[in-house]
Nanobody, 122 residues
Framework: QVQLVESGGGLVQAGGSLRLSCAAS????????MGWFRQSPGKEREFVAA????????WSADSVRGRFTISRDNAKNTVYLQMNSLKPEDTAIYYCAAGPRSSYYYPEYDFWGQGTQVTVSS
């Protein structure tokens, strides 16, 4: 079993930056793909970014490409999401997830964190 805990969310003005962290415990996720998703009220869970087990392959949604960067530190069992040039439409609860393969499709992930709120004011 894997427990994932996100942190780093908060309130930021448009144009600002935040770095989200996702710490894993229970067992190592160094062999797992990791992903970040987000969900706003009334909307479906949306893919944000994913990274393979070794960290040398990443994917990101068109809406965040060039602004958000996913990375991981397997020695710390932690995944990060650096978010720059934030926009009000980035406001959502952000979730990290672990699974056997990198995917845009959230059901393919086995373990999920509880989420962290990101609010971007205009």
């Amino acid at each position: 079993q894997v427990q994932l805990v996100e942190s780093g969310g908060g309130l930021v003005q448009a144009g600002g930056s935040l770095r989200l962290s996702c710490a894993a415990s229970g067992r190592t996720v160094s062999s797992s793909a990791m992903g970040w998703f987000r969900q706003s009220p009334g909307k479906e869970r949306e893919f944000v970014a994913a990274i393979n087990w070794s960290g040398d392959l990443t994917w990101s949604a068109d809406s965040v490409r060039g602004r958000f960067t996913i990375s991981r530190d397997n020695a710390k069992n932690t995944v990060y999401l650096q978010m720059n040039s934030l926009k009000p439409e980035d406001t959502a609860i952000y979730y990290c997830a672990a699974g056997p393969r990198s995917s845009y499709y959230y059901p393919e992930y086995d373990f999920w964190g509880q989420g962290t709120q990101v609010t971007v004011s205009s």
